[in-house]
């Protein structure tokens, strides 16, 4: 897995569940609590005894997970880390010589960083991902936008102190691809074995992050007449301006009257999401397929709109990112 590839499924995936398991017997449980609640990656971290073994449980228990070793500190946790089968390593500082080690062997290394010195290190050893840590502590997302301006290329893994209350504000900057945590995997859930209650906790942040909503609902009219007549019974009732674009007429943002049939039998319905990459990753996850050709993209290359392969109930369904 190269480094695009990489950063794409740390994007994909938002959270990053930091683990510490005491116990390495929970690690398939704990493996498929998050994995039904739709987190599909892992950092296990060395802070714990037998970390190379959850790794290794997680790896074959469920390989499409994205299985990452946490804390890894030495040249000697780094190599038992890939031989148990971690995709990538995460320390909570750099030591190039760690850093080295495991790039050589063709895994992707997370460092962490606080200031623009250790940002420069990072570049230097050939990196454009980094993780924040720790991100409250050391200043929060304000701290991140601004060291982030002079480093274009750097993108950040915030870790420490994220929580359901503040992790949509931190992945709301589109230099933060991910978020590490703790709070959906609390050691009490684990140690009591709750493993439902562990997914409810995963399903709830993966929700709370795509923060899916209906934008608006298009209307096929016949033509241009049938739009204008249409949008403007809605406008009369309900008190609402109406707005004429190019291909459709809208009565406020919720209703669009299309001037010409378009995708859909009946029309189509847009679904508003904090991020179309993610959205994108989380519902295929799920076997929902895109249809690829439908795809916009912002000026940065950034998946913006993209459309469901499959029609709901006549109307055709596309996804829209909220500005």
């Known amino acids: 897995m190269d480094n695009k590839q990489f950063s ?15 116990n390495t017997n929970d690690s398939v449980n704990l493996a498929k609590a998050l994995h039904d609640g739709g987190i599909h990656c892992a950092e296990v971290t060395f802070r714990a005894a037998g ?20 804390t890894v500190l030495t040249t000697d946790q780094c190599d038992r880390a890939i031989e148990a089968g971690a995709q990538f390593c ?20 997370v460092p962490g960083v606080a200031n623009g010195s250790q940002i420069e290190q990072a570049m230097e050893l050939g990196l454009d991902f980094v993780k924040f840590f720790p991100a409250e502590q050391a200043g929060g997302l304000l701290y991140i936008k601004a060291i982030a301006a002079p480093y274009s290329s750097i993108k950040f893994m915030p870790t420490g102190g994220i929580n359901e209350s503040n992790l949509n504000t931190y992945l709301s900057f589109k230099k933060v691809l991910c978020c590490g ?16 209650e562990i997914t409810a906790l995963c399903r709830a942040a993966v929700n709370k992050m ?3 909503s209906i934008a608006h609902i298009g209307i096929n009219c016949r033509d241009e007449d049938e739009a204008k007549e249409v949008s403007a019974k809605f406008a009369g009732i309900f008190g609402w301006e109406q707005k004429v674009g190019g ?77």
Not at 8 to 22: A, F, H, N, Q, Y
Not at 94 to 107: E, Q, R, S, W, Y
Not at 181 to 196: C, F, M, N, Q, T
Request: with cysteine; aromatic share 8%.
């Open 8 to 22: 794409e499924r740390m994007e994909g995936t938002g959270i990053v569940p930091v683990i510490k398991l005491e």
């Open 51 to 70: 970390a190379d073994k959850v790794i290794a449980d997680m790896v074959k228990a469920y390989p499409d997970m994205l299985i990452g070793a946490g």
């Open 90 to 109: 995460v320390a909570p500082g750099l030591n190039p010589k760690v850093v080295k080690h495991c790039l050589d062997k063709g895994v992707p290394f």
């Open 181 to 196: 945590g703790s709070w959906i995997v609390p050691d009490k859930l684990v140690k009591a074995g709750k493993w439902e």
């Open 210 to 212: 795509l923060g899916f």
């Open 247 to 323: 291909s459709s007429i809208f009565a406020d943002s919720l209703v669009e009257c299309m001037k010409s049939p378009f995708k859909g039998a009946m029309g189509h319905i847009a679904v508003s999401t904090n991020s179309v990459p993610r959205a994108v990753y989380q519902l295929g996850a799920q076997g929902v397929e895109f249809d690829m050709s439908t795809a916009k993209y912002d000026r940065d290359g950034r998946m913006t709109v993209i459309y469901l392969k499959e029609d709901f109930g006549g109307f055709a369904v596309h996804l829209v990112e909220k500005k």
